[in-house]
Each structure stands twice: as C-alpha cells, then as structure tokens.
C-alpha cells in the first residue's frame, strides 16, 4: 500500500498571504490528522477529519482550516499567514476505529513565512 | 486538558550504552499510548504502542516500553544502542474517550549515539 501523500513538499509565502496544503491518505483509511511541528512546540494537534466531518479540533486560532472530500483526501488552509506558522506541517492517517489505532504520517509540508 | 512530558530533551550515548527514555502523562482517563521515532531526514514512525493487557510492549528495533499506570508513566528503553538509533523520539497519547483520534505528543528527546 502506497503511504500517506502530502503536497507540496516545501513552500515559502509573505506575511498575510493564504496557502493550502494537500494531504492524501493510505487507501481505506477514512479519518485525516493534520499536525504541526516547530522546534520550540513540538508537535502540536491541529484537526482531525473522518468521514468529511470535523471530528476533533486543537485549540489553534480560525485562520487555520481544513476539509475532508468523499474521496477522504485532506486539505489544511491557513490565512492571512504570519511568520509564527513557519513550521512542518504533518498529515497522519488512521484507520476507522476510535482512540485505539496508530497514525501513519506522511513526510509533511514544511511552509516557510517571510 | 491532557499533556505529556519527556524528561530529557537531549541523550548522547556511547554505542552499545542503555537507553531509558522518560515520559509521563497527564489524564485520569483511559488511554491509548505511543512511542514514534523521527530519523534524521526521514517520516515519524512507529516504535511501539500500548493498548491493554500486559504493560510491557515491545516494538520494533529492540525497543520495548513500560507502562505503569500508578505513575502515569510509558518509559522506552534499549538494552544496547546503535549509531542508527540516532533520531528524535516522541511519546505520544490519545484518550479513548475523545471523539476522535488526536494523538498529544511530548516535546521530543533527541538521541545522539557514538560509535
């Protein structure tokens, strides 16, 4: 089985542009994480999708959002983009059950803000 | 809210020197518990995950983890590292109680092992 996509690998914007990241998951797995990684916070949960719902959400502000298609591929948007969201941007799928499943991830997006 | 912490933010290590890898959560729930390793230039992947039943788990690479419920605690351990166990590893948790499976992560030891 191919493993989790994510596109594109890398990308720089300015200060208050938008960017959406792409993220596509193992085949059959319906629910999509997206995390972010930055040296000083780690890996921080960001949403969870399954089922193009929004299942979860981490305590992020709104100009971060994402959207599951039929298809349970995953896009993450961020707005008005501020030089703090310089980061890698991970996408992790899961199979269908609650809580008691790994998350495969994906080799992440790193967004770089100027 | 939950949380997790990594004891250690740095490890140096001799090859074939022990490993114990601190990590403690913070939830009185049940939950479900994790070890991902990230190798230089490479995806997070999978160590070993707890679930239910016996608490030491063993994963892949000679790596096993204990969880003791009593302290909160899902300690990783090595008997002998390798130079190829130079990586960053982060302790993970996920609530079965949540509706989802958001995964909270400690903030990452980074292992740096001589050979």
């Known amino acids: 089985k191919a493993g989790v996509t994510q596109t594109p690998r890398y990308l720089i914007k300015t200060r208050g542009q938008q960017v959406t990241l792409s993220c596509s998951p193992i085949s059959g797995h319906r629910s999509v994480s997206w995390y972010q990684q930055t040296p000083g916070q780690g890996l921080q949960f960001l949403f969870e999708y399954f089922s193009e719902t929004q299942r979860n959400k981490g305590n992020f502000p709104g100009r971060f959002s994402g959207r599951q298609f039929s298809n349970s591929r995953s896009e993450m948007n961020v707005s008005t983009l501020e030089l703090g969201d310089s980061a890698l941007y991970l996408c992790?799928?899961?199979?269908?059950?609650?809580?008691?499943?790994?998350?495969?991830f994906g080799p992440g997006t790193r967004l770089t803000v100027l | 809210a939950q949380s997790v912490s990594q004891h250690n933010h740095h490890v140096i290590l001799s090859e074939a020197a022990s490993l114990e890898l601190g990590c403690n959560y913070s939830y009185g729930g049940t939950v479900n518990l994790f070890w991902y390793v990230q190798y230089p230039g490479q995806h997070l992947q999978l160590l070993l995950k707890y679930f239910s039943g016996d608490p030491l788990v063993k994963g892949i690479k000679g790596f096993e983890a204990e969880f003791i419920k009593s302290k909160f605690s899902f300690n990783l351990r090595k008997p002998s590292v390798q130079w190829s166990d130079t990586a960053e590893y982060f302790c993970a948790v996920s609530a079965l109680n949540q509706a989802g499976t958001a995964l909270i992560f400690g903030k990452g030891t980074t292992l740096s092992v001589s050979s």
């Open positions: 992790a799928s899961s199979p269908e059950s609650l809580g008691a499943n790994e998350q495969f």
